[in-house]
Structures are given as C-alpha cells and as structure tokens.
C-alpha cells in the first residue's frame, strides 16, 4: 500500500487478556519501528527492526510486551497480561534502507485497558 | 547521539514565518539533522533533514549554522494547520550505525490567528 497501516485502530480490553497490535509497512521499507504514547506524553521508543539484523528491543518495557518482523513485511506488537498502564497509542513507523532516519509513521493503534 | 535542545514552546502569528531554533552543540560529522511534526491526534510527519548546506521542500526550510552546532526550520508562511510539536533529532543515517530513532520533548508550536 502506499502508507503504513495499522490494526486494529481502536481496541479496548478488560485487565490481564492479551492483545496483539498489527502493523503493514510500506512495500521495500527495511526499518520497522514501534512507538508507544500516553495520553499527553511524548513518544516512547520501543523496538527497531531493520532487515534481517536483530532487532533492538532496549524500549520494551516488561517481558510482557514482545514484537516480532519475519522478513520486511509486516509486525505484530503484543502485549500479555495487559494493565491499566499499557493504555495508549501504539505507534509503527517504516522506513527505507537508505534512508533509515526518514520515517512513515502510521495512524497508530489506541488501546484502552479498563 | 547528540543531544538536542529545543525551547518546550513557541506562538506564532498566522501568516508571518515560523522560525523554531534547535541546538545540537556535540553533532558529529557523520550526523545529519531531521525534523518531525506532530499534528494533534495525528502520528509525526517527517518534514525535512539535512547535514550541512541550507534545504527547502514545499514543507519548510532548513537552516543550518557553519559550525553545524545549531539549527532552525524555517515554516515560510504559517497557518493554524501548522499547530503541531516539531522535534529535531540529530541521527547518523548509515546503516549500522543508525539505530533506533529516538524523539525528545520537541516544541509545542501554537499559529493564532
């Protein structure tokens, strides 16, 4: 497609279930990112995939939250046990090899965990 | 990566240029200078980059001190469109030596009318 894509756009879940946030880069982008930002906050980093090297995932932050890339196609960002503090919009961006730093981001994805 | 400074806010008068100021006083040779914007309920939008000479897109213009150690997008006539937080980051393009794309506080800039 001509942009990146993400899915769901809206999900609202109950406290403890697992949730999985879906993201289509644009078509030849080899860098994938994954953005998360609270109502009102900046944007927080949480992992950079870039073609088939290993992912940085230094932003997770918990073991239950996990991203996973096969090839340059598309990302699920999940998040297991969710809480209260995991709501907010979750942002995936892609960008081209050779130009790693010029970013398309998507619409994001707000999660709301009640 | 160098670090970047931007003022936390800035007004604007609509249709009068908007000149937002970033420092990066530690950029080293390799490192080039981004500008994203953030639209309100919107994801960032890149705007423009460059590493030392002056750049112009249809977005804005990009200004870029001698010594590299400062910086200022220039948004040429603003509109109320234009209400967003820009952030400058200061990133080495190459691969491997990228890394991930870290976005700071920026600065909140308000166009009224």
């Known amino acids: 497609g001509a942009g990146v894509s993400q899915s769901p756009s809206n999900k609202v879940t109950e406290k403890g279930k697992d949730v999985e946030l879906r993201c289509d880069p644009i078509?030849?982008?080899?860098?994938l990112y994954w953005y998360r930002q609270r109502l009102g906050q900046g944007l927080e980093f949480l992992i950079y995939?870039?073609?088939?090297?290993?992912?940085?995932k230094s932003g997770l932050p918990s073991d239950r939250f996990s991203a996973e890339r096969t090839g340059e196609s598309v990302s699920t960002l999940t998040i297991q046990r969710t809480q209260q503090e995991d709501s907010a919009v979750y942002l995936c961006?892609?960008?081209?090899?050779?130009?790693?730093?010029?970013?398309?981001f998507g619409a994001g994805s707000r999660l709301t965990v009640l | 990566d160098a670090k970047t400074t931007q003022p936390p806010s800035m007004d604007c008068a609509e249709g009068r240029a908007a000149n937002l100021p970033c420092n990066h006083s530690?950029?080293?040779?390799?490192?080039?200078v981004y500008w994203y914007r953030q639209i309100h309920s919107q994801g960032p939008q890149y705007i423009i980059h460059?590493?030392?000479n002056n750049e112009t897109n249809e977005m804005a213009s990009l200004i870029i001190t001698e010594d590299r150690k400062s910086s200022t997008l220039i948004l040429p006539h603003a509109t109320l469109r234009d209400t967003a937080v820009y952030y400058c980051?200061?990133?080495?393009?190459?691969?491997?030596?990228?890394?991930?794309?870290?976005f700071g506080q920026g600065t909140e800039l308000s166009v009224k009318p």
């Open positions: 961006a892609s960008g081209p090899f050779s130009g790693a730093n010029v970013l398309t």
């Open positions: 078509s030849g982008h080899t860098a």
């Open positions: 995939f870039q073609g088939n090297s290993a992912p940085d």
């Open positions: 530690t950029i080293s040779g390799n490192e080039y």
């Open positions: 460059g590493l030392k």
């Open positions: 980051i200061v990133r080495d393009p190459t691969y491997n030596q990228g890394g991930k794309l870290i």
